[in-house]
């Protein structure tokens, strides 16, 4: 998606005879996420991808908003979740609505099945744990504070070097890129752009499985799951070429924008979804006009929610915050530093900040005195 990327072996020409050594055919597909025109990709399998060996009905898996709830800021800790499940099964949904869904999960296992998001690019961070992301692309090797992009349709399975790990997951239904006014003509990162060319991750290795076997591929569309065995590897690919795969970015890399005056959080934006942004609160040098106030001013967002993960404690307009920790303040009303954080921000010269409907689950790990948060008598 980025720029164009290849792996392994592919024949010089699309759509020709590329043959195994044993004669066969290797199976060509084209895998596209927008029609025929979006980023694509082209690759080579040794066995037919469209070989099923069965299916199952997993059930429904969509997502029970909670209906009438009052308008009010939350804060919600993260803290409270118990380690459960793997990558996929130990996600919580905590907020969302018909664009992104907002998922937090504190792992406890290794995922044995492959996992398909076909309705959804995900975008996951990687708050604690390091691993690889292994996928139909190749590997993918991450570390904390990772952001991985994975654009729907990729087959793929998370291995954490070690366990519990603490990964916020979103979940996308347009696609994730990166903002356009980044890119030039070309679609290369402009020189003013936060981040790299360089600062990204595509798969390293592609390893080729030509294994035979049972393997299970949890595909999820149409707000079901759907587990589909496969008599071979899915992960069975000798060669691609493209635009389309999954990589990955730190948050580490992320180069903040500072300004003599406050600069407001479009600057820290690094990925753009549909109807929705993901920004990057980094550790920065602060506003330097001398008598700047470096923290933000109130500010309504009348026509958006704004959420925050904090990465750790260290929020220098909020205080009662910890590490984890995820606030939610929503359109319609105003939210700014609490009481006595403006006078305290006074001089600092640097952050070591890092960073819609909600569920029955949010409200398991909420604080409920959050709006009281910014009462000064
Ligand atoms: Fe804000």
Redesign the pocket.
């Known amino acids: 998606m980025p720029r164009y990327h290849r792996l392994g072996n592919i024949p010089r020409y699309r759509h020709t005879q590329f043959r195994k050594a044993d004669g066969g055919l290797y199976a060509e597909q084209l895998f596209s996420t927008r029609g025929f025109s979006g980023p694509m990709s082209t690759m080579y399998h040794i066995n037919l991808p469209t070989e099923v060996a069965g299916w199952e009905d997993l059930g429904d898996v969509s997502v029970k908003f909670l209906a009438d709830e009052a308008l009010r800021h939350r804060h919600l800790k993260t803290r409270l979740m118990e380690p459960r499940g793997d990558a996929v099964s130990g996600r919580k949904c905590l907020m969302g609505n018909n664009d992104v869904l907002w998922y937090q999960a504190n792992i406890a296992e290794q995922m044995t099945n492959f996992y398909k998001n076909a309705e959804g690019d995900e975008l996951l961070f990687m708050h604690t744990g390091s691993g690889t992301l292994e996928t139909m692309f190749g590997d993918v090797p991450f570390t904390p504070g990772d952001y991985l992009v994975i654009p729907r349709g990729t087959i793929y399975r998370v291995q954490f070097d070690s366990l519990p790990a603490k990964m916020l997951a979103i979940e996308s239904h347009g696609p994730i890129e990166i903002p356009k006014r980044y890119r030039n003509d070309f679609g290369q990162l402009e020189e003013h752009a936060p981040y790299n060319e360089r600062d990204i991750r595509p798969p390293s290795e592609l390893r080729t499985h030509d294994e035979k076997g049972e393997f299970h591929v949890v595909v999820k569309a149409r707000k079901r799951m759907t587990k589909y065995t496969y008599r071979f590897h899915p992960f069975d690919i000798v060669g691609w070429d493209g635009y389309c795969f999954p990589w990955a970015f730190s948050i580490n890399d992320f180069a903040p924008i500072t300004g003599k005056l406050h600069m407001p959080?479009p600057i820290h934006q690094t990925f753009d979804g549909h109807n929705f942004v993901v920004c990057s609160f980094c550790p920065r040098m602060l506003d330097f006009h001398p008598q700047a106030v470096p923290v933000?001013y109130n500010?309504s967002?009348v026509d958006s929610d704004?959420i925050?993960y904090y990465c750790n404690d260290k929020f220098g307009s909020r205080k009662g915050i910890e590490e984890g920790s995820i606030t939610v303040?929503p359109l319609g009303i105003p939210?700014?530093p609490q009481p006595g954080a403006v006078e305290a921000s006074l001089g600092a010269t640097r952050t070591e900040e890092l960073p819609l409907m909600l569920t029955q689950e949010a409200l398991e790990i909420e604080d409920p005195n959050y709006w009281k948060s910014w009462q000064t008598g």
Do not use: C, I, M, S
Request: aromatic content about 0%; glycine content about 12%.
């Open positions: 959080p933000p500010h967002n704004e925050l303040h939210h700014g």
